[in-house]
């Protein structure tokens, strides 16, 4: 993308007012979508995004420049924008010298979806529009949107590192509005992977139309959720967000650092119930959030976090880490070029147990069983998180009853990981998610097996 | 400075072959971004992006595309890529761009030369005196998660072959912090924010005082049981409510039957004291603007007049679908095609103060932060449910504080319920104002 010398140059011009630390992050990325809604293909978009931001460290303050202008005179002026935000005493000249570094995912694309005919992502709308809608009359309405990007990056900085990388992602969902005698009601299902167009080897997308289908229909005749304390069970697969509200941001370091989190001075102290390990895991082969490197330049890590229930470490990216003098987890992720990096999960999943699933819930009188959760959020400083129910059942007697209508759970991070009082051994990976976290998104996964939560309060609306 | 946009959307425009329909949306952006912690700065973000978005219809069918440059081959490049995404639309009889509709763009004050002058050194003041305040407000306070200072100007034009040329500037700039007070080992947050086009406008200590105090009296708070409840919601819940009722009445979601609100045009659809305007002219508004996401008008539209719905907002698609007129109602960034949304959307207020609503209720609860929205607020089925916090009222009084619990209930019910509408009209961050708004029978969910 950029010439090494012209890299050693841009850097020795950021470092020049008394900087102790400069990096030059380049990006081109390209993004493709296209859209079906209301049994029509919409539309297609091709976008471009290309530019390079640079970030110059002079103690405690980073100051931040980017740019679209990737010629050695667009870097320099951003350089100089940069190390002058950065507001640096020292001066003097300063030589940079790169050692290219390599990068790897352990895998290799097999379909760029850039070679692929877009007459062919067009008929994968058509045939899960098509396959929703066939469920039944009740399905009413039906969007479908294809995505995929590939996004080059360069990272190159004063410590003299110097490595590229080139990330491919495939997304596709399918969304069915169900019309019935109690109004309106939906569902989603949604599928993606760091990989080319053998995405859609991996999956069935016929079944994928007619699953977010059927989850509408089934919600049609649920009942409002109860409202109040209960036991929750959460399915297999389809509630790792709870792990990464519940604990996952509380473990970043720049949170921590700054004392707005509840897991702050914590590391070695058992936090969650024995049995439960959480790892967050970069390194995890075609998931949602595999990166080979981080945006900062170090390689992906598999980093356990807790481990038998005892807080083992934080996440960190390159400014907290160099704070600390230890080594960053290669959690440093950022938007895109115009953003600056910090703290960011990857794969965040808790490891499987030894109970069947079956029992878990037979062995639970009376509560929710959640067979997926949507979105959550988090407060980092005292813990308290919520999210939202997409498809939840009512569990009596033991068994998985009538489906209930939306609503939130709500709960306080530390308090849940110790209440968690069954393990599963059916571990699955969810769908794929975007944390957003002080405006920025990036891509994440996240995992778990069937689990119980002694008590979870449900914010439904029944009595 | 503009014209220079406006040049460059006409030279896409002039592109356009017999047949085809051209739009070139173009914009660009200086926006600074500095945070602040332990009186020094920890970063400094300044930068220009700009963008071009380049929309072609042929014969029912469209075709998108962007990038984020303004460079000639950036620009050739993605007028090829529209094209060529042109022919796997489906046909489409109401596709096609807008065309001038003869309202003229209002004259609005969004562009202040005072925030371009306005030095950086005078901006790192700012945040820092933000925390500051934040620090000294009370004993109790522990820490910030961040005080920061913002400011962006931004500029963009529209041209369409269909003859539509707008261009406008506009600049804006807040201060926002999250506090942090603590109490043993218990820790609470609350945020305070100042918003404005220019600095002047700009109140940092009030900022860091609102902040301050939302976290030391939440200290203490406990579950509330659960319960059916009256709940006074304050501005800043209010108005996130307003926003996701927006989407409701957007005339996309009527027409492709995902809005609980299609059929009722002329209908009572909640308490008489309820008139929802969106009214992106109101100067006062953040996101106000002389123009939507098509070059049209923006304008005043009344959505709900005491209570009775009266219009759906709309686009030029969305309008035309319908066998209407737009009401200026697109949006769009310059990397996608416009949707339908308000633009900025408001209760008129009411005639109680906020004390009053308070001392008039006999059990309930003040509702000072909600969570989760994004995911406990369905629009299409009006099902809610989102965490919150706030402070309990008992006699008319304010009592103690409350965390961990949610509130839920329909949007159609919560607008039947609404029992009272404050004047206490607060312009916020996004793209809705709030008043307090009193709700009876909404479910709380706690102990």
């Given at each position: 993308?950029?010439e090494?010398?012209?890299?050693e140059?841009?850097?020795?011009?950021?470092?020049?007012?008394?900087?102790?630390?400069?990096?030059?992050f380049a990006?081109d990325?390209?993004?493709?979508?296209?859209?079906?809604?209301?049994?029509?293909?919409?539309?297609?978009?091709?976008?471009?995004?290309?530019?390079?931001?640079?970030?110059?460290?002079?103690?405690?303050?980073?100051?931040?420049?980017?740019?679209?202008?990737?010629?050695?005179?667009?870097?320099?002026?951003?350089?100089?924008?940069?190390?002058?935000?950065a507001?640096?005493?020292?001066?003097?000249?300063?030589?940079?010298?790169?050692?290219?570094?390599?990068?790897?995912?352990?895998?290799?694309?097999?379909?760029?979806?850039?070679?692929?005919?877009?007459?062919?992502?067009?008929?994968?709308?058509?045939?899960?529009?098509?396959?929703?809608?066939?469920?039944?009359?009740?399905?009413?309405?039906v969007?479908?949107?294809?995505?995929?990007?590939?996004?080059?990056?360069?990272?190159?900085?004063?410590?003299?590192?110097?490595?590229?990388?080139?990330?491919?992602?495939?997304?596709?969902?399918?969304?069915?509005?169900?019309?019935?005698?109690?109004?309106?009601q939906?569902?989603?299902?949604?599928?993606?992977?760091?990989?080319?167009f053998?995405?859609?080897?991996?999956?069935?997308?016929?079944?994928?139309a007619?699953?977010?289908?059927?989850?509408?229909?089934?919600?049609?005749?649920?009942?409002?959720?109860?409202?109040?304390?209960?036991?929750?069970?959460?399915g297999?697969?389809?509630?790792?967000?709870?792990?990464?509200?519940a604990?996952?941001?509380?473990?970043?370091?720049?949170?921590?650092?700054?004392?707005a989190?509840?897991?702050?001075?914590?590391?070695?102290?058992?936090?969650?119930?024995?049995?439960?390990?959480?790892?967050?895991?970069?390194?995890?082969?075609?998931?949602?959030?595999?990166?080979?490197?981080?945006?900062?330049g170090?390689?992906?890590?598999?980093?356990?976090?807790?481990?038998?229930?005892?807080?083992?470490?934080?996440?960190?990216?390159?400014?907290?880490?160099?704070?600390?003098?230890?080594?960053?987890?290669?959690?440093?992720?950022?938007?895109?070029?115009?953003?600056?990096?910090?703290?960011?999960?990857?794969?965040?999943?808790?490891?499987?147990?030894?109970?069947?699933?079956?029992?878990?819930?037979?062995?639970?009188?009376?509560?929710?069983?959640?067979?997926?959760?949507?979105?959550?959020?988090?407060?980092?400083?005292?813990?308290?998180?919520?999210?939202?129910?997409?498809?939840?059942?009512?569990i009596?007697?033991?068994?998985?009853?009538?489906?209930?209508?939306?609503?939130?759970?709500?709960?306080n991070?530390?308090?849940?990981l110790?209440?968690?009082?069954?393990?599963?051994?059916?571990?699955?990976?969810?769908?794929?998610?975007?944390?957003?976290?002080?405006g920025?998104?990036?891509?994440?996964?996240?995992?778990?097996?069937?689990?119980?939560?002694?008590?979870?309060?449900?914010?439904?609306?029944?009595? | 400075?503009?014209?220079?946009?406006?040049?460059?959307?006409?030279?896409?425009?002039?592109?356009?072959?017999?047949?085809?329909?051209?739009?070139?949306?173009?914009?660009?952006?200086?926006?600074?971004?500095?945070?602040?912690f332990?009186?020094?700065?920890?970063?400094?973000?300044?930068?220009?992006?700009?963008?071009?978005?380049?929309?072609?219809?042929?014969?029912?069918?469209?075709?998108f595309?962007?990038?984020?440059?303004?460079?000639?081959?950036?620009?050739?490049?993605?007028?090829?890529?529209?094209r060529?995404?042109?022919?796997?639309?489906?046909?489409?009889?109401?596709?096609?761009?807008?065309?001038?509709?003869?309202?003229?763009?209002p004259?609005?004050?969004?562009?202040?030369?005072?925030?371009?002058?306005f030095?950086?050194?005078?901006?790192?003041?700012m945040?820092?005196?933000?925390e500051?305040?934040?620090?000294?407000?009370?004993?109790?306070?522990?820490?910030?998660?961040?005080?920061?200072?913002?400011?962006?100007?931004?500029?963009?034009?529209?041209?369409t072959?269909?003859?539509?040329r707008?261009?406008?500037?506009?600049?804006?700039?807040?201060?926002?912090?999250?506090?942090?007070?603590?109490?043993?080992?218990?820790?609470?947050?609350?945020?305070?924010?100042?918003?404005?086009?220019?600095?002047?406008?700009?109140?940092?200590?009030?900022?860091?005082?609102?902040?301050?105090?939302?976290?030391?009296?939440?200290?203490?708070?406990?579950?509330?049981?659960?319960?059916?409840?009256?709940?006074?919601l304050?501005?800043?819940?209010?108005?996130?409510?307003?926003?996701?009722?927006?989407?409701?009445?957007?005339?996309?979601?009527?027409?492709?039957?995902?809005?609980?609100?299609?059929?009722?045009?002329?209908?009572s659809?909640?308490?008489?004291?309820?008139?929802?305007?969106?009214?992106?002219?109101?100067?006062?508004?953040f996101?106000?603007?002389?123009?939507?996401?098509?070059?049209?008008a923006?304008?005043?539209?009344?959505?709900?007049?005491?209570?009775?719905?009266?219009?759906?907002?709309?686009?030029?698609?969305?309008?035309?679908?319908a066998?209407t007129?737009?009401?200026?109602?697109?949006?769009?960034?310059?990397?996608?095609?416009?949707?339908?949304?308000?633009?900025?959307?408001?209760?008129?207020p009411?005639?109680?103060?906020?004390?009053?609503?308070?001392?008039?209720?006999?059990?309930g609860?003040?509702?000072?932060?909600?969570?989760?929205?994004?995911?406990?607020?369905?629009?299409?089925?009006?099902?809610?449910?989102?965490?919150?916090?706030?402070?309990?009222?008992?006699?008319g009084e304010?009592?103690?504080?409350?965390?961990?619990?949610?509130?839920?209930?329909?949007?159609?019910?919560?607008l039947?319920?609404?029992?009272?509408?404050?004047?206490d009209?607060e312009?916020l961050?996004?793209?809705?104002?709030?008043?307090?708004?009193?709700?009876?029978?909404?479910?709380?969910?706690?102990?």
């Amino acid at each position: 993308m950029i010439e090494q010398s012209v890299l050693e140059e841009v850097l020795g011009v950021a470092m020049r007012t008394g900087g102790e630390f400069a990096e030059v992050f380049a990006e081109d990325r390209r993004n493709a979508s296209a859209v079906l809604d209301d049994g029509r293909v919409e539309e297609l978009t091709s976008g471009r995004d290309r530019g390079a931001g640079i970030r110059v460290v002079v103690g405690e303050t980073t100051g931040f420049a980017h740019t679209a202008d990737l010629s050695e005179a667009g870097l320099i002026a951003a350089a100089e924008a940069a190390a002058a935000a950065a507001r640096g005493g020292g001066g003097g000249t300063n030589v940079v010298a790169l050692h290219r570094g390599t990068s790897s995912r352990g895998y290799d694309i097999e379909t760029f979806p850039g070679d692929v005919p877009k007459a062919r992502k067009v008929e994968l709308l058509t045939r899960a529009d098509e396959a929703a809608r066939a469920v039944g009359d009740a399905i009413s309405q039906v969007s479908v949107s294809y995505g995929d990007n590939r996004r080059r990056i360069l990272v190159a900085n004063s410590d003299g590192v110097f490595v590229e990388d080139d990330t491919v992602r495939t997304f596709f969902a399918v969304s069915c509005v169900a019309t019935g005698d109690t109004g309106m009601q939906t569902g989603r299902e949604s599928v993606g992977h760091t990989i080319g167009f053998e995405l859609f080897d991996m999956y069935d997308i016929d079944q994928l139309a007619r699953n977010a289908a059927e989850r509408a229909i089934t919600k049609l005749a649920a009942r409002p959720a109860p409202s109040g304390q209960m036991p929750v069970v959460i399915g297999s697969g389809g509630g790792g967000v709870l792990f990464h509200e519940a604990c996952g941001h509380g473990l970043e370091a720049d949170l921590v650092s700054k004392g707005a989190s509840v897991f702050r001075g914590r590391v070695g102290q058992q936090v969650a119930s024995k049995g439960v390990t959480v790892v967050d895991d970069g390194t995890m082969a075609r998931e949602w959030g595999n990166i080979a490197i981080d945006d900062e330049g170090n390689p992906a890590q598999r980093n356990v976090l807790i481990e038998d229930g005892i807080l083992t470490d934080y996440m960190w990216d390159h400014l907290r880490a160099r704070k600390e003098g230890r080594r960053s987890s290669g959690n440093g992720r950022r938007q895109s070029y115009q953003n600056l990096p910090m703290v960011r999960m990857t794969n965040t999943y808790l490891l499987a147990g030894e109970e069947d699933p079956e029992s878990i819930i037979a062995s639970t009188p009376k509560g929710v069983y959640v067979k997926h959760l949507g979105g959550g959020q988090v407060n980092t400083a005292t813990g308290d998180f919520v999210f939202g129910m997409t498809e939840a059942y009512l569990i009596e007697d033991g068994k998985v009853t009538e489906p209930l209508r939306e609503g939130n759970l709500i709960g306080n991070g530390p308090e849940v990981l110790q209440r968690i009082d069954a393990l599963g051994n059916d571990f699955a990976m969810g769908p794929p998610g975007t944390c957003g976290k002080d405006g920025q998104g990036v891509p994440v996964g996240d995992g778990v097996p069937t689990l119980r939560v002694s008590s979870l309060t449900i914010g439904g609306t029944a009595a | 400075m503009s014209d220079e946009l406006l040049a460059i959307a006409d030279r896409v425009v002039a592109m356009a072959k017999p047949g085809e329909q051209v739009e070139a949306v173009v914009v660009r952006g200086t926006e600074t971004e500095i945070k602040v912690f332990s009186g020094d700065v920890e970063s400094l973000s300044s930068a220009q992006s700009q963008g071009v978005g380049i929309r072609v219809v042929v014969d029912g069918r469209q075709g998108f595309a962007y990038a984020g440059s303004l460079d000639e081959s950036a620009i050739a490049e993605t007028l090829a890529d529209a094209r060529d995404n042109v022919s796997f639309a489906t046909f489409d009889e109401f596709a096609g761009l807008a065309e001038p509709d003869g309202v003229a763009v209002p004259v609005l004050d969004l562009h202040r030369d005072a925030m371009v002058s306005f030095a950086t050194s005078d901006k790192i003041a700012m945040a820092i005196e933000l925390e500051r305040v934040v620090m000294a407000a009370d004993p109790r306070i522990s820490g910030i998660e961040s005080a920061e200072y913002a400011d962006s100007i931004s500029e963009a034009a529209i041209a369409t072959s269909t003859g539509i040329r707008t261009v406008g500037s506009e600049t804006s700039c807040y201060v926002a912090t999250y506090a942090m007070a603590a109490d043993g080992d218990e820790t609470q947050t609350g945020f305070g924010f100042s918003v404005g086009r220019e600095p002047s406008d700009l109140d940092p200590s009030r900022a860091a005082l609102e902040a301050a105090s939302r976290a030391t009296r939440m200290l203490g708070a406990v579950q509330p049981p659960s319960g059916r409840l009256t709940v006074v919601l304050d501005p800043w819940v209010t108005a996130q409510f307003l926003g996701i009722l927006g989407y409701t009445l957007d005339g996309e979601s009527v027409l492709k039957g995902r809005s609980l609100f299609a059929d009722r045009l002329g209908e009572s659809v909640g308490s008489s004291l309820l008139t929802l305007i969106d009214d992106p002219t109101d100067v006062r508004s953040f996101t106000a603007t002389d123009a939507d996401g098509e070059g049209l008008a923006a304008r005043r539209n009344v959505l709900i007049e005491n209570g009775v719905l009266q219009q759906f907002v709309h686009n030029a698609y969305s309008a035309r679908r319908a066998g209407t007129v737009s009401t200026g109602n697109a949006v769009r960034g310059f990397k996608s095609t416009p949707s339908v949304g308000c633009l900025s959307v408001s209760l008129v207020p009411g005639n109680s103060d906020p004390a009053a609503l308070i001392a008039s209720i006999n059990d309930g609860v003040l509702v000072q932060e909600v969570s989760g929205l994004h995911s406990g607020v369905n629009p299409v089925s009006g099902d809610f449910s989102t965490g919150a916090e706030g402070l309990r009222i008992r006699n008319g009084e304010l009592a103690e504080p409350v965390r961990e619990f949610t509130i839920a209930s329909t949007l159609q019910k919560m607008l039947r319920d609404v029992q009272a509408v404050g004047n206490d009209l607060e312009f916020l961050p996004m793209n809705a104002s709030g008043v307090s708004l009193v709700v009876a029978d909404l479910t709380v969910s706690g102990s």
